[in-house]
């Protein structure tokens, strides 16, 4: 099973800061890896798929990078409705398709 | 434009079968390439896979799971269930019915979750 770790577990910033998130893969997923939203009470948002490329309607402050075993999401600037939890997955050896344990965005 | 809606009891005694239903509107559960799933996110934590198939007839499970659940298609094809058998407080969660896919990836269908549902939240109580 693909174990993915996601770090921090809690990024504290202001609206209009750079977010940096982590995710590392415990092998190779190539570039099979998708990016997440997800606010309180909703399901999850796509944001990213196959590491860099944005889904349908996502604004372009979202972007994706990485491959391999490590990657990373950016939020150039944030905006309010940033403030969230966010969970990368992969999809390159599965089942099980698995998921990491999700970085919340705080507002500081 | 596809929807997806859960639907089930929300309190499941232990020892009992949770058994919920997704029903798709929208577009056809047969269309392919997709895949139907089932996750599930107990209340603070994180994101679960539970399983997927695809119309054709495979269907993949989560190794944590497999002994205990099923998924299964309606021949409406509107509508595919979940059943979890020997359930536990451990099974408390939200769970979520989603489509994806995993090859001819495009920008309009993605590899990834792309749909989902509103999810729809099971207790495991006496």
């Known amino acids: 099973e693909v174990v993915l770790t996601q770090s921090p577990d809690t990024l504290s910033l202001s ?6 998130l982590s995710c ?21 948002r796509l944001l ?61 | 434009q ?28 047969s269309s392919s390439p997709y895949l139907w799933g089932w996750i599930r996110q107990p209340p603070g934590k994180g994101l679960e896979w539970i399983g997927s198939f695809r119309y054709s007839g495979t269907t993949y499970y989560n190794p944590s799971l ?20 020997s359930v536990t407080a451990a099974d408390t969660a939200v769970y979520f019915c989603a489509r994806h896919q995993d090859n001819y990836c495009s920008t309009s269908t993605p590899c990834a979750f792309h749909i989902w549902g509103q999810g729809t939240m099971v207790t495991v109580s006496s």
């Open chain 1, 15 to 20: 609206p209009g800061e750079r977010a940096t």
């Open chain 1, 48 to 108: 990213i798929y196959d590491a860099s490329n944005r889904a349908t309607g996502i604004p372009a402050r979202f972007s994706g990078s990485g491959s391999g075993t490590d990657f990373t999401l950016t939020i150039s600037s944030l905006e309010p409705e940033d403030f969230a939890v966010y969970y990368c997955q992969q999809r390159y050896s599965w089942p099980p398709l698995t998921f990491g344990g999700g970085t919340r965005v705080d507002i500081k």
């Open chain 2, 2 to 29: 596809l929807q997806l809606q859960e639907s089930g009891p929300g309190l499941v005694k232990p020892s009992e079968t949770l058994s919920l239903t997704c029903t798709v509107s929208g577009d056809s559960i």
């Open chain 2, 66 to 85: 497999v002994s205990r659940v099923t998924i299964s298609v309606d021949t409406s094809k509107t509508q595919f269930s979940l059943k979890l058998s």
């Open chain 1, 24 to 44: 590392r893969a415990s092998q190779s997923v190539r570039s099979y890896l998708a990016w997440y939203q997800q606010k309180p009470g909703q399901a999850p």
